[in-house]
């Protein structure tokens, strides 16, 4: 399992306005952020390499999210 | 803090390949994820509700990332 916790995305889809949240949402809204997050984080760890640095800094993701 | 657990989210980034992560970068990401959960979550919850059910589904989820 490489996503967030569970407990955690239940609550911001509550937070979000939900009466309920079957237990599969929840799982498939974790994939999705997984994968989000991996992609976003794999672009600025490229655009921290382009930038000759081994730190990815703030700008890198603030750069990469702007995608 | 509205976000999910930073180690979690280094863990991400360093699995995305980078060396180092700064703190601020972490926070940052951290910061865009909840937005993006946010965003997503709210229109997975409109979508239920435009179908009659107080429970958000799955099916919500996926329509709702979609967009």
Chains 1, 2 share one sequence.
Do not use: C, P, Q
Not at 7 to 22: D, H, L, P, Q, T
Not at 32 to 38: K, M, R, S, V
Request: avoid cysteine; aromatic fraction near 6%; glycine fraction near 4%.
């Amino acid at each position: 399992m490489t996503g967030f916790a569970r407990a955690r995305v239940k609550k911001m889809i509550k937070e979000a306005g939900a009466w309920r949240v079957s237990a599969d949402a929840i799982d498939r809204l974790n994939e999705i952020l997984a994968d989000y997050t991996t992609n976003l984080a794999k672009y600025a760890v490229e655009i921290a390499r382009h930038s000759g640095r081994k730190t990815v800094k703030e700008s890198d993701i603030i750069l990469a999210a702007t995608k």
